[in-house]
Structures are given as C-alpha cells and as structure tokens.
C-alpha cells in the first residue's frame, strides 16, 4: 500500500467558494502529480512539481493552482469553483525519472453545485 | 502530439477465462510501456511494465506482448477472477510526463 494521501475523499461544494484539495506523500519523492479524471474516463495531467518550489502546468488546462513548499505537500487550489470542476482528482508522485512507478492515492471527488 | 489509445472501451468475460486487453501507440521511438489497473473509487494501481527490447513479460497471472512492428501492446490476465474487474490503463512516459491511455473497462461475471 502506497503511502499516499488525499483529503478530503469527497467534497461538495457551492459555485464559487475556494478549495483547497489536500495531498501528502511520506515516501520523500521528489516528483508529484496533478490528474483530473472523469468517471470511466482517461487521467488528464494539470499539475506537477519536479521538487520543492517546481511547479509546471501539465497538458489539461486547468484554472487550478498548486504550491510545493515542502517535498511531502503537493495541495491544488481552486479559487472560484465551478459546475465545469465537477470531477475526480488523483494526486500521485514518483521516486525520480519518468520510468519509475506513479504512486496514486485514492482521489478526491469533487462535485460543484 | 504523441498518443496511447486502447481498442476496447469495455471487455466483459467470464469467471475464470482468459482476458485480453490491447493497446495502440503511435510513436515509434517509445521504448517504455506501463499498465495500471483502476479499482472503483480507488487511484490507478501498477501492474507491470515492459522495456523495448523485450517482446514479453510475466507477473503473476499478467502478462505484456509487445509488438513493436505493428505498435502494439497486450495485457493478459489468466483465470480471470472477480477482483479483476476494474479500468487497465496503458501509459508512456512522453516529454517527461506520463501519458495514460482512454481505459478499458474489464467484467467479470460468474
């Protein structure tokens, strides 16, 4: 079991209220990353950090925002939550190169009202 | 931009058959393939993965054909069981990112 973690698992919430979508990894990796996700759907990359203060957009656009200050806290931020956010969020995070194993943690779903 | 599809959106079998989920790839310089498996409400788990210079690869009850020639990847699970019922991903790593397939939905019934 990977040591990965995501708070809150569900969240529902009204248009536009700001959230914070927590993930903590305690296996000291460098990289971690952002996938939006909808149900029985592809993972779309938003968000990833090579280490702390590296943050880079990945290929979804995303009005998401994300903060690396510490290598074990990777949390993504959404201002003004929308209807159109409504989705499942994965956070994961990797040893090193790109062919070392992703390790997921369990999701947050969000539904916006 | 570079892709990695799956043929398949669903692949229903029976208990204790065979199960045989593809995927497609369409860069011939990739040379690192990596299949997930999506329990419901859960992160992608990995499975197994599979260098270029190998044609196949064994796990437990799982194993990768790749085909290079025709860029062309499987993932077999033998004896299928219940448990196995979940979304397999297929991804690459590409421009330093990992890119994941659509999905295939695998059943399992009794």
């Known amino acids: 079991e990977a040591d990965i973690y995501q708070t809150p698992r569900y969240l529902v919430i009204g248009t536009g209220k700001k959230i914070t979508l927590e993930c903590s990894q305690t296996?000291?990796?460098?990289?971690m990353y952002w996938y939006q996700q909808d149900p029985g759907m592809e993972l779309h990359l938003i968000h990833y950090?090579?280490?702390?203060?590296?943050?880079e957009k990945g290929d979804l656009s995303s009005e998401s925002t994300v903060s690396r200050i510490r290598t074990e806290h990777f949390p993504l931020t959404l201002e003004s939550a929308r209807p159109s956010h409504t989705s499942q969020y994965l956070c994961?995070?990797?040893?090193?190169?790109?062919?070392?194993?992703?390790?997921f943690g369990p999701g947050t779903r969000l539904t916006v009202t | 931009g570079e892709s990695v599809g799956l043929h398949l959106p669903t692949l229903s079998v029976q208990e204790g058959d065979n199960s045989i989920i593809n995927c497609a790839y369409s860069?011939?310089?990739?040379?690192?393939f990596i299949w997930y498996k999506q329990e419901s409400g859960k992160g992608p788990q990995f499975i197994i993965d599979i260098r270029s210079n190998m044609d196949k690869r064994q796990g437990q009850r799982v194993t990768v054909l790749l085909n290079k020639t025709v860029k062309h990847l499987s993932l077999q699970i033998a004896a299928t069981q219940p448990g196995d019922s979940a979304v397999y991903f297929c991804a690459e790593p590409w421009g330093g990112k990992l890119i994941f397939g659509t999905g295939t939905r695998l059943q399992v019934f009794p």
């Open positions: 296996m000291g990796h460098d990289k």
């Open positions: 860069n011939s310089a990739s040379d690192y």
């Open positions: 950090s090579y280490g702390v203060n590296s943050t």
């Open positions: 994961a995070s990797s040893a090193g190169t790109i062919r070392d194993e992703q390790y």
